[in-house]
């Protein structure tokens, strides 16, 4: 037991965030999101939402402030102007946790596949709300 600790990060996903350095990007998706098909490691949070998980994840985990956009999201329907509500959530947690000057950068839904295959690890939850997939820069402590 630790004190502290969101109780969603579990061992795995601890040494995981612990584990990646500065630059390091970690994949957090929904649940239509092919995880497996990346190829990484995958931690499943049964029953979270993506707001759940960043909370937990962005709790333990600073984002890089040396690029522009540490947060990264999928284009929803090849519209970069359409916010997903997913997309509002996490925002909202980040900018709380992280400031408020942070805003997403916005990647094309087949190049956020191939960047997820590039990515340290892959944090899969159970929301069903559409386009609900974002990349995680790490930064330093």
Known sequence: MLIGINPLLGGDLLKILDDMGHGDELVLVDRNFPAAATGRPVIRLGGVTIGQAASAILSVFPLDTFIDHPLERMEADNDPTIVPDAASELLRIARASHGSSL????????????????AFAVVQTLDDRPYGDFILHKGVV
Request: no cysteine; net charge neutral.
């Open 103 to 118: 805003d997403f950068g916005v990647v094309p839904r087949f190049d956020f596949y191939d960047r997820a295959r590039a």
